[in-house]
Each structure stands twice: as structure tokens, then as C-alpha cells.
């Protein structure tokens, strides 16, 4: 569809257009709204199928709420599309996840209209309870509103903030469950069942359908449904409902495609004072058929051809990271009858499903519960597994506490491993691993390792198997360098011991991880430029090879380190601090991250931006820029 051929979509610039549409210019609205993500992601790549299935919520509340003033905090942003074009971004769409674009997340400082940053799962009800309660206590009249969705609620902070909530009963506070039984993958745990019961009871919805017919009319049935709601309810689910027990007056579930009811339903709920939870159930995907019908591999789809479906694969130059770690998992689990693989909801993401295709039962998918993974693991490997734990590097961030509490001080042998190490590219600054190297070598008794290649990261994961206490391996996104490594023989690398590249006399550069491949380049052109450059890949963040260092103490006077992470606390800086304890004196130039948020762009603008790409390193060892 092209842009004349739209009727509706060029003539709403805010949500106070959307409000002069009839009930039935808003489903033609939906619709163009839907072909317009469907058409701008097919050639520029983002989250699709969370926010195709969010449309039509995303123009009732804008429809029903008086935005930005009522505040709409969305939870696991990639449902967001929608909301962004409604709100004045439709142009800038188009640059969605692109160096200088607008965010693929609700980002606080692109619109006021994004009332909460959302990368994170989890977060939204806490966050809106906080502004609700703010409200509450300067005597505003406002609306708070949080969507959560896309697996969310199996997230242990959801909970929490439920539990708070739901003690404050005169706070207004109206929770919208998402509920497309999916989160990256097929939803799993109890909550998904439980919520499955809830759905497709059919006494309970023949009477929540006549209910609703009279709740949009009747005022008086209203408040009665208020006192009386919570017995009915019980009676005819046969059980306690869960969110009426943490005090959330339950309403649904609706069909969050017919905008009809969802609009009477949102109005009415307007009404109603303190805390509610109201149940909407959509279709991952909906609208655009490719995606319902494998919504695992269009929830991130990369480019496609909207016309016919068909995905447009890049040529991958080798074997991607995570796909490395899939394989070889398998391969130790079929080694070793105490492997068992943990993630949090990535089970594709980090290609455990592989091991989950062949052994179901020593995989397991805990949910968007990161906390929850580790000290699992924990709980493995203090009966006798060896579990090999894998979440993305900033989603471990939120586990901090497991690791060093459940894990380390306990010295249990888990595997940590630690997929979207560094920039990860264009999910942006909630997505980059850059603190895990910073954060984790302050733990005692922690192993860090971070591979060059493909190999390196093979021989790693057996490494750490054969190792038996707390080890942790962090790898980037995307494909590796085409080292072979498919089928090789395991070889167990020695811990803390890293090895020399290349031999020099007039500059050493020390790189930690996949950076030791960009260094490697700058080194053979540094030498073509006639600076001898001596490079070692440290292998180990911790501990560091000192007998390695103390070489290059006793030999250079100029030394580089290079990491794909923030230098604050980062191994340039331990590196720098471990020559002077040693009394060498050896000037050190540390290339990283610095204190900064990284933005979204590809990996390679954002590691020249932020000074260690190729070019840089050959700037660092001999100022001259490279190709000059």
C-alpha cells in the first residue's frame, strides 16, 4: 500500500486526531495503521509480531485516554509501534532502530507521550503504580495505565508490583494484561495455564458477555458488579482468582481486536476508583498471516517481502555465536549426563532449543524470570548438575544478587553464559551488554571468559565443564569470524592463561574477546606502516594471565588494551592498575566504552563512535588512520 492509498493513516498526527474519527473510521484507521508496521519493517527490520497484535489496543487507549496527561506505561516496548505512529511519529518511523532514529522502545526523552522507558520485561506495573500513587498523593485527576504483555507477567517484579498495588485501594490504577500466550517463544509455567483456564471457561464468559452489555448502560448494575463481582467470579472459575486475591478487581477476558468492545470496555472502566486488572486476549502476529502463523520467527523477522512472506536472509559469513553455544551444548549434554541447559524465555534467542529439540527433559525454559534462572541453577548444582545458564548479557544485570549470593559465595559449579556481550546493535542502550566484565570481576572466586572465535568459545563451554566451580563466558551477537569448529575435538584451555598472536617491539595491545579480531587487523597494518605491534588475547577477564602481563611489563613501554565493554572497572583498567601495583612503568591507553549510554545503530557505527572499531585501534597504536 502506498502512501496515497492511504485514507486515514496521513491525517493523525496525535491522539487528539484519532479522537475526531467515528468507531468505524478507527477499525479502517487500525487497518492502514497495521499495513503500514507490516510495510516499514519489511525493509527496515524491527519487533513485529508483539506490535501487530497490539494495534488495535493501542488506538482504544489513545481513543478512550486523554494522553499524554493520563499516562500509558508500556512493558516489553516491542509492542510500542503502534503507539509511536499514533503519537507524531510516523514519519520518523521510518527510522526506527537507525543511528540518529527514534528508538525501537519507548524512550522518555523522544516523546512525552512515552510516559516510561520499556526494554526490560516486567517493570510497567510498578513503574505506573509509583506515578499513580504520585497522583494520588498531589491531588491530580489523572489516569495511569500499564499494558503488560508478551510473557511479562511471569517476571517476579510484576508480582511484586501487584502485591503493593493492590494493598492501596483507593489508588487508581488500571493494569491491561496483554495475553497472547507467547513471549519471544510459547509461553510456559503454571501462570500460562492458569490464564488458559481463565479464557476459555464457558460459563464464565457467556455471563462476562451479558455482564459487559449491562455494565456500558447501567450504573447501578455497575456498582453492584463492584460488591459482588469477586463471589461471582470465584463461583464460576471454581477456584480463588488470582488477581482478585491481591486485591485487582478483575475484569475479562475481552477480544483485543473487536475495537468496539475494547472501547465501551476501557470507558467504563474509567469509572471505576483503585486498582483493576483487565484481561485482553490478542494474536501475536495478527492482521499479517506469516506472522500468526510462526510467530517465534516474526516476533524479530529481519527483512521480508511483504507481498508474499518470504524472509530475505542476509548471507551470514559464518556461524552465529549463539547457534555455536547451541550445538555445543548438545554435544556436552550428550558427554555428560549432569549437563542441563536454564534460560529465561530465549530459548531460540540463544539456540537452547536445540538442546531442547533432542532432550526436553534437561532444558528448561523458567520464563521471564532471570533471577529465578540462576538460583535454579544454583539449586542444579548444588544436587549434582552442571547447569549451563544462558542470559543475555543486560538482561543478567538483573540477577546481580543470584550470582554473587546464590552462586559464587556458595562456589557451585553453573555455567554462566552470557549471549549479546557488548553492543548489540540496534535494540540500543537497554539492550548493549557493556557493564557484565565491569560488574562480575568484582566477585570473588569467578572465572571470566570471553572467546575470539568460534573455537575458543566451544572449547570454552568444555573448559568450564570440566572446571567445577563458578564460570562465566560472554559472547557478542551475530556471526563469527568462519573459524572451524563444528564437530572439532574438545581441548580444555588453561584457566587464567591467555596467548600471544603476534610478536613486536614497539607497541603491545592486549584485547579481551571477539575485539581481538578488529586488533589483529590494525596490528598487520600498523606493521605495514612500520610500527611493530606485539598482540595477546588475554582470553580471561578474570583471573588475568600475570605471568602474561609481567612479560609485557618487563618488554614494552606502550601498551593497548581494547574491549567490547564500559572502562570504568573494565580490563583496561585492571590491566593499567596491575603494571603499576607491579612497579612498571608502562603508559596504557584503554579502548572502550566510556562513561556514556550507547545508542542504537549497527554494531559497527557504535564501536567507531565510541572510539575501538578498526580504525581507531590503528589510530591508538601509531596515529595514523587507517587506510592512509
Same mark, same amino acid.
Given at each position: ?364 525454559? #523458567? /520464563?521471564?524470570?532471570?533471577?529465578? =534462572?540462576?538460583?535454579?541453577? *544454583?539449586?542444579? $548444582? %548444588? @544436587? +549434582? ?126 584485547? #579481551? /574477546?571477539?575485539?581481538?579480531?578488529? =586488533?589483529?587487523?590494525?596490528? *598487520?597494518?600498523? $606493521? %605495514? @606502516? +612500520? ?98
Amino acid at each position: 500500500m502506498t502512501g496515497t492509498e492511504y485514507k486515514y493513516l496521513p491525517t493523525i498526527d496525535s491522539p487528539r486526531d484519532l479522537k475526531r474519527l467515528s468507531e468505524a473510521q478507527l477499525r479502517d484507521y487500525c487497518d492502514e495503521l497495521r499495513r503500514y508496521i507490516v510495510d516499514e519493517c519489511s525493509v527496515n527490520p524491527g519487533h513485529l509480531a508483539s506490535s501487530l497484535g497490539a494495534v488495535e489496543l493501542a488506538a482504544a487507549l489513545h481513543y478512550v485516554f486523554d494522553t499524554p496527561e493520563d499516562r500509558i506505561v508500556w512493558d516489553v516496548g516491542h509492542q510500542t509501534y503502534a503507539h509511536k505512529i499514533i503519537t507524531g511519529r510516523r514519519e520518523a518511523f521510518r527510522t526506527k532502530r537507525q543511528l540518529g532514529g527514534i528508538s525501537g522502545f519507548p524512550r522518555m526523552a523522544e516523546s512525552v507521550y512515552d510516559a516510561f522507558g520499556g526494554g526490560h520485561a516486567s517493570v510497567s506495573i510498578s513503574a505506573a503504580f509509583g506515578m499513580a500513587k504520585a497522583a494520588e498523593l498531589r491531588g491530580e485527576k489523572r489516569q495511569v495505565v500499564a499494558v503488560i504483555g508478551d510473557g511479562s507477567m511471569t517476571g517476579g517484579l510484576a508480582f511484586e508490583g501487584l502485591n503493593n498495588a493492590g494493598a492501596s485501594k483507593r489508588t487508581n490504577l488500571l493494569v491491561i494484561l496483554n495475553d497472547n500466550n507467547m513471549a519471544i517463544d510459547q509461553a510456559t509455567g503454571a501462570l500460562k495455564n492458569y490464564l488458559l483456564k481463565i479464557s476459555t471457561s464457558v460459563h464464565y464468559n457467556r455471563f462476562k458477555r451479558r455482564l459487559w452489555r449491562l455494565l456500558s448502560h447501567t450504573p447501578l448494575v455497575l456498582r453492584l458488579c463492584q460488591k459482588a463481582g469477586n463471589a461471582v467470579k470465584q463461583g464460576l472459575l471454581n477456584n480463588s482468582n488470582l488477581f482478585e486475591s491481591l486485591n485487582f478487581r478483575y475484569f475479562g477476558p475481552v477480544d483485543g481486536h473487536n475495537l468496539k468492545d475494547l472501547v465501551r470496555t476501557l470507558r467504563a472502566l474509567r469509572d471505576i476508583e483503585g486498582p483493576k486488572l483487565l484481561h485482553v486476549m490478542t494474536v501475536k502476529g495478527k492482521g499479517y498471516l506469516p506472522a500468526e502463523h510462526d510467530q517465534s520467527v516474526w516476533h524479530a523477522p529481519g527483512r521480508f517481502n511483504p507481498d508474499t512472506g518470504e524472509r530475505i536472509a542476509s548471507a551470514a559469513p559464518a556461524a552465529r555465536y549463539q547457534d555455536v553455544f547451541g550445538q555445543t551444548l548438545l554435544d556436552l549434554a550428550r558427554l555428560d549426563s549432569r549437563v542441563v541447559g536454564v534460560t529465561p524465555a530465549m530459548t531460540s534467542g540463544c539456540s537452547m532449543n536445540i538442546l531442547m529439540r533432542e532432550m526436553p527433559d534437561r532444558c528448561f525454559d #523458567v /520464563g521471564i524470570a532471570e533471577g529465578h =534462572a540462576v538460583t535454579f541453577s *544454583a539449586g542444579l $548444582a %548444588a @544436587a +549434582g548438575m552442571i547447569p549451563f545458564c544462558n542470559i543475555y548479557s543486560s538482561f543478567m544485570q538483573r540477577a546481580y544478587d543470584n550470582v554473587i549470593h546464590d552462586v559464587a559465595i556458595q562456589d557451585l559449579p553453573v555455567v554462566l553464559c552470557l549471549d549479546r556481550g557488548g553492543v548489540v546493535g540496534e535494540d540500543g542502550t537497554t539492550h548493549h551488554g557493556v557493564f557484565d566484565l565491569a560488574a562480575f570481576a568484582a566477585v570473588p572466586g569467578l572465572v571470566i571468559a570471553a572467546p575470539m572465535d568460534e573455537r575458543e568459545l566451544r572449547d570454552m563451554l568444555y573448559t568450564a565443564l570440566q572446571y567445577g566451580h563458578p564460570f562465566m563466558i560472554r559472547y557478542p551477537r551475530g556471526s563469527g569470524e568462519g573459524a572451524a569448529w563444528r564437530g572439532e575435538p574438545f581441548e580444555a584451555l588453561p584457566v587464567g592463561r591467555g596467548r600471544r598472536l603476534r610478536e613486536g617491539r614497539d607497541v603491545a595491545i592486549l584485547s #579481551v /574477546g571477539t575485539t581481538g579480531n578488529a =586488533a589483529a587487523r590494525a596490528a *598487520a597494518q600498523a $606493521a %605495514a @606502516a +612500520g610500527v611493530s605491534v606485539a598482540h595477546y588475547d588475554l582470553r580471561f577477564a578474570k583471573p588475568l594471565d600475570e605471568e602474561l602481563l609481567d612479560k609485557v611489563g618487563r618488554t614494552f613501554r606502550r601498551v593497548v588494551t581494547v574491549e567490547d565493554g564500559c572502562l570504568r572497572g573494565g580490563v583496561g583498567e585492571a590491566v593499567a592498575a596491575w603494571f603499576n601495583r607491579s612497579g612498571y612503568c608502562v603508559a596504557v591507553r584503554t579502548l572502550g566504552i566510556g562513561d556514556r549510554w550507547v545508542p542504537h545503530g549497527t554494531p559497527a557505527q557504535l564501536k567507531a563512535l565510541c572510539g575501538y572499531d578498526e580504525e581507531s585501534i590503528l589510530q591508538a597504536l601509531t596515529g595514523v588512520p587507517a587506510g592512509e
